[in-house]
Nanobody
Framework: QVQLVESGGGLVQAGGSLRLSCAAS????????MGWFRQARGKEREFVAT???????YYAASVKGRFTVSRDNAKNTVYLQMNSLKPEDTAVYYC????????????????WGQGTQVTVAS
């Protein structure tokens, strides 16, 4: 059974930074594609970033240049460094793995963490 546990969320002022972590267990992490998604209140879950087993990355246009996804296979952990945060980045952030299909479509992913709240104050 795959388990994903996110951490690192919190309250930050606009322009600030946060680093989210997602610790994975239950499978060979180093071979896994990992994705980050977010869901604001009243909105659909949306793609943020993805990282392949070889650390190739892909970002949503809304976060490109501000967010950086990385992984540490020795620690079975994927990170999302978020800089220059904006109030519109406020959402619950989720990590996911084991996609079957489009990497930017939430429905492609089989396993999800519980999410971590990020709130950006203006």
């Amino acid at each position: 059974q795959v388990q994903l546990v996110e951490s690192g969320g919190g309250l930050v002022q606009a322009g600030g930074s946060l680093r989210l972590s997602c610790a994975a267990s239950g499978r060979t992490f180093s071979n896994s594609i990992m994705g980050w998604f977010r869901q604001a209140r009243g909105k659909e879950r949306e793609f943020v970033a993805t990282i392949s087993w070889s650390s190739s990355t892909y970002y949503a246009a809304s976060v490109k240049g501000r967010f950086t996804v990385s992984r540490d296979n020795a620690k079975n952990t994927v990170y999302l460094q978020m800089n220059s945060l904006k109030p519109e980045d406020t959402a619950v952030y989720y990590c996911a793995t084991d996609p079957r299909g489009s990497l930017s479509y939430p429905g492609s992913y089989s396993y999800w963490g519980q999410g971590t709240q990020v709130t950006v104050a203006s």
